[in-house]
Each structure stands twice: as structure tokens, then as C-alpha cells.
């Protein structure tokens, strides 16, 4: 049985290998307060332990993924108080989580939303998706990668249009058009997150080690430059020679048969 949150719901699906977590605050837009991303932490944290779950996934309620940072927490806070506590920096131990995460995101992705989508593995749509970083409107800028990671998923002409007026948002459409999320799921709420968690089934059918090296490789490509993440995915690349379920992929293929990874 998952652990009791107050601003979550955590719970595993489909026998143990998806573990799904709801933002739950719908009356404040699903804001992020720093309560909530202590759980949220905790919840991926607990989720990319477990041996059973081969991938995790993020959704919001009603009409928001997420409306950005609790504006309502952080409006008194002074320079020294963000330095000192390092506000939102814990934030930064997502990228650490090994298992794939993917974002269903339906409504409001706004702020610290967009950005929190954007530190997932995959992303998902709804018809009702909204992106955007409105800071500037409130006299701040974004503060949990939004600036550097937007430009990389839309170019820095719309990014900076949709940070630097606050204003512009991005539908489903052309967030999908521009490569912000993969694809858009039509119909309703369920209809997405259902999607969501049958391509976490998918992943959940592959060797755990092989799709961690894969994300590590991937995410490789964002943080280090060309040649240095093709030597660092041909070395991962190698890696995968050591694993039986290598061999028994290979083999598989050669017998026309489905792989019967191990480390499933
Ligand atoms: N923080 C705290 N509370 C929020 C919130 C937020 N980010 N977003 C919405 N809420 C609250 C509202 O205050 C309101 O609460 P009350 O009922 O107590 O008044 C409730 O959620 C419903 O919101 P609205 O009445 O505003 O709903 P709406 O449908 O009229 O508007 C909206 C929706 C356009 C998303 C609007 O709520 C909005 O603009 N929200 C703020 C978006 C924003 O600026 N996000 C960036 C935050 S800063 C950030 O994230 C910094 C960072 O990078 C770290």
C-alpha cells in the first residue's frame, strides 16, 4: 500500500510496474508548493527504488497540471531567504531519477508546471494543454530551468516571445507541432492518462538496465556537448554487451520471438 500524502496521490498500477502520481491541490491550480514537491520527491524516489516499477507517471486534476510555484508562499520572501534555503533546488534531484517519467498533461502546464513537464522523460497532451512562463508578470523570471531548457524544445525566438512577454501561451497543437511534447491524446482527461500509463507499460516490457542507460544517454545529448555524448553513448552503448538481456534480445530476434527479458 503507497504512503499517505496530504498534496499527492501516489499509487502503483498494473501489478506494481507504473507508479502514477496525481497532483492534488485542484483549489490552487495544483500550484507547487514546497510541501508538494517534498512528496512528489518522495514519491519518485520511492517509485525509482522499487524494483517492480519500470516507469512513472505525472499527471494533474481537473483543469491544471500544475499553475507554476505557490505564488501565495513565495511573495514575502527576500533574496537572502531564497539563497540561503536554496529555494527550489531540491527540484533539481528529478534529473537524478533513473526510471522514465512521463508528464500527462491536460490544462494549465504554467511556470514552474512548464517546467516540471519539461524535467519528464516524455511528455503527453491533452487537448486542453496550456504552456507557458508567465514570471515576468510577476516581476520574477523562471526559476527551475524554464529559460534553459524551453529554447531547446521550441528555439529561442517562440521561447523567448513566451518568456520575456509572460503572455503567449502554447496550446496542445503547437506544442506537439514543436516538439514541447510528443503528441496530443485526444478526448478526455482519463482518456490521456490512460495513454500515458500503456506507454509506461511499454517501457515497463523493456530491460529496466537497458532503458536507464538509454534515458542517461538521451539526457546526455541535453546537458554535454556532440562529441562528448557520442562517446559517452558509445560507452553506454558497450555496456549493454555486458547484460544477459542483450543476448537474450538478440537471440530472440534471430527466433522470431518475443524477448523474455530478466531484468524486466
Ligand atoms: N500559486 C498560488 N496560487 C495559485 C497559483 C499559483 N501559481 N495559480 C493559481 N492559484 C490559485 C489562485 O490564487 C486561486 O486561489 P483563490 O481561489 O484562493 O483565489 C485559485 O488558484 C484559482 O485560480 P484563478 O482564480 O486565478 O483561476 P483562473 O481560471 O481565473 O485563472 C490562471 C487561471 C490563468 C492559471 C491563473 O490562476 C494564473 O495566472 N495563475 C498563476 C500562473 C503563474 O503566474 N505561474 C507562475 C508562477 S511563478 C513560478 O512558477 C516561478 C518559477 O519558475 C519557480
Redesign the pocket.
Known amino acids: 500500500k503507497g504512503k499517505e500524502y496530504t498534496c499527492i496521490q501516489a499509487e502503483l498500477l498494473e501489478g506494481g510496474a507504473i507508479g502514477l502520481i496525481t497532483l492534488d491541490r485542484p483549489?490552487?491550480?495544483n500550484?507547487l508548493s514546497e510541501a508538494l514537491m517534498k512528496e512528489v520527491l518522495d514519491a519518485l524516489q520511492t517509485y525509482d527504488a522499487d524494483p517492480q516499477v519500470g516507469a512513472i507517471v505525472i499527471t494533474g486534476k481537473d483543469k491544471a497540471f500544475a499553475?507554476?510555484?505557490?505564488?501565495?508562499e513565495m511573495k514575502d520572501k527576500r533574496f537572502v531567504d531564497a539563497y540561503a534555503s536554496r529555494f527550489?533546488f531540491h527540484w533539481n534531484s528529478i534529473s537524478a531519477i533513473r526510471k522514465p517519467i512521463i508528464a500527462a498533461v491536460n490544462g494549465?502546464a504554467?511556470?514552474?508546471g512548464c517546467?516540471l513537464a519539461m524535467l519528464c522523460d516524455i511528455v503527453l497532451a491533452g487537448e486542453k494543454a496550456m504552456f507557458g512562463q508567465?514570471?515576468l508578470?510577476?516581476g520574477?523570471i523562471?526559476?527551475?530551468g524554464?529559460t534553459q531548457r524551453l529554447i531547446r524544445e521550441v528555439g529561442k525566438s517562440r521561447a523567448m516571445e513566451m518568456i520575456l512577454t509572460g503572455k503567449h501561451f502554447m496550446d496542445a497543437e503547437e506544442a506537439a507541432q514543436k516538439g514541447l511534447v510528443s503528441r496530443v491524446v485526444p478526448g478526455s482527461n482519463d482518456a490521456l492518462l490512460a495513454e500515458a500509463i500503456s506507454v509506461g507499460k511499454q517501457i515497463a516490457q523493456q530491460s529496466k538496465p537497458v532503458v536507464a542507460l538509454a534515458k542517461e544517454c538521451v539526457n546526455a545529448a541535453y546537458e554535454i556537448g556532440l562529441q562528448e555524448g557520442i562517446k559517452k553513448e558509445q560507452s553506454l552503448f558497450y555496456a549493454t554487451f555486458a547484460l544477459e538481456d542483450q543476448k537474450e534480445g538478440m537471440q530472440a530476434f534471430i527466433e522470431k520471438r518475443k524477448p523474455d527479458f530478466k531484468h524486466k
Not at 499553475?67 to 501565495?72: L, T
Open positions: 483549489k490552487a491550480l500550484a499553475a507554476g510555484a505557490d505564488i501565495k527550489v494549465y504554467l511556470g514552474g517546467e508567465p514570471e508578470n510577476l520574477t523562471p526559476g527551475i524554464g
